[in-house]
């Protein structure tokens, strides 16, 4: 079984630039959310999807944005990049709700010069 | 306002003995919670879980105990291996697991051959 796969592995932009980060939920799986881990800081939640619908959003700016397509693969766009927004951003997925682990990808390292 | 703590940041065992690592919460509405193993540049990967219902849930080498009352978990890893030297993270939710995780910072645990 495939795991939940991440693109691009690290992306770099400058300040005010756009990044689009992609992720490939597991088979089966109908839930995906984002999280961010700065440097020197644990796993911050981003937001939550389940069946195309933003469920749940954490204490990011709306220049944090994304979707989840049909086939539940999901993005994560950053607008307006700022300096603080470098971090390693992580996907992970679940099979519907109730108690059910979420199962990580490798994380999309960002960088902003 | 840090709701999942991991109060030491590193621990160090010999092969073969157990390792315990510690996790306070403060949220009285977590029902849910985790323990993740992560490798450097790798995503976290779920060990084991265990819902408020339980107190104790055992896979393998390893068992997560539940203190409610003193909101108090621990993961033992009982003989403990070389291969298991990672950074492992407590994370907690509310509603069953289908909303957003809260992580801890996370114990790096060493065992030395």
């Known amino acids: 079984e495939a795991g939940v796969t991440q693109s691009p592995t690290h992306l770099i932009k400058t300040r005010g630039q756009q990044a689009t980060l992609r992720c490939s939920p597991i088979?089966?799986?109908?839930?995906v959310y984002w999280y961010q881990q700065a440097l020197g800081l644990g796993l911050q939640f981003l937001l939550w999807y389940d069946e195309g619908e933003e469920r749940n959003r954490g204490n990011f700016p709306p220049r944090f944005s994304g979707r989840q397509f049909p086939n539940y693969s999901s993005e994560l766009n950053v607008n307006a990049l700022e300096l603080e927004d470098s971090a390693l951003y992580l996907c992970?997925?679940?099979f519907g709700t109730g108690s059910q682990p979420q199962h990580f990808g490798d994380g999309t390292r960002l960088s902003i010069l | 306002d840090q709701q999942v703590k991991q109060n030491s940041p590193s621990l160090s065992v010999q092969e073969g003995r157990i390792s315990i690592l510690n996790c306070d919460y403060t949220?009285?509405?977590?029902?849910?919670f985790l323990w993740y193993k992560k490798y450097p540049a790798e995503g976290p990967t779920f060990l084991i879980s265990?819902?408020?219902?339980?107190d104790k849930n055992e896979d393998g080498r390893f068992t997560v105990f539940l203190n409610k009352s003193a909101k108090h978990l621990s993961l033992h890893i009982v003989p403990s291996q070389p291969g298991d030297s990672a950074v492992y993270f407590c994370?907690?939710?509310?509603?069953?697991?289908?909303?957003?995780?809260?992580f801890g910072k996370g114990t790096k645990l060493t065992v030395n051959p």
């Open positions: 088979s089966g799986h109908t839930s």
């Open positions: 949220n009285s509405m977590f029902d849910y």
């Open positions: 992970a997925s679940s």
């Open positions: 994370a907690a939710s509310e509603e069953g697991g289908s909303e957003k995780l809260v």
């Open positions: 265990i819902s408020s219902i339980k």
